[in-house]
């Protein structure tokens, strides 16, 4: 069975980091890209950072480069986001999606991928 799990949210300062976890099981990881998104309350969802499995090309939105690191282990099937320097407008629930391609994997920013996980809360308040 296709399934993406996040984990890692939670309630962090400002400046502080989080590394959230999206473990993915019932396909094979390879031929895929797995895209971090995130979805503020009362705003649209927004592609954060991808990954295509392939080839190891990453790609960010502008608001977080610099502060946020995408990474995979293959042995495992996860995929890590680290966020550092985080800002409150980092404030959302963030949601790991999967899409069988090796198309550039920003591509999918707007239009979003194929396989959800159901998301975790990233909270940045002091």
């Known amino acids: 069975q296709f399934q993406l799990v996040e984990s890692g949210g939670g309630l962090v300062q400002p400046g502080g980091s989080l590394r959230l976890s999206c473990a993915a099981s019932?396909?094979?990881?390879?031929?895929?890209?797995i895209g971090w998104f995130r979805q503020a309350p009362g705003k649209e969802r927004e592609g954060v950072s991808c990954?295509?499995?392939?080839?190891?090309?990453?790609d960010y939105v502008d608001s977080v480069k610099g502060r946020f690191t995408i990474s995979s282990d293959n042995a495992k099937d996860t995929v890590y986001l680290q966020m550092s320097s985080l800002k409150p407008e980092d404030t959302a629930v963030y949601y790991c999606?999967?899409?069988?391609?090796?198309?550039?994997?920003?591509?999918?920013?707007?239009?979003?991928?194929?396989?959800w996980g159901k998301g975790t809360l990233v909270n940045v308040s002091s």
């Open positions: 999606g999967a899409e069988r391609t090796v198309a550039r994997c920003s591509d999918y920013f707007n239009s979003g991928m194929a396989y």
């Open positions: 019932g396909f094979t990881f390879d031929y895929y890209i």
């Open positions: 990954i295509s499995m392939s080839d190891g090309n990453t």
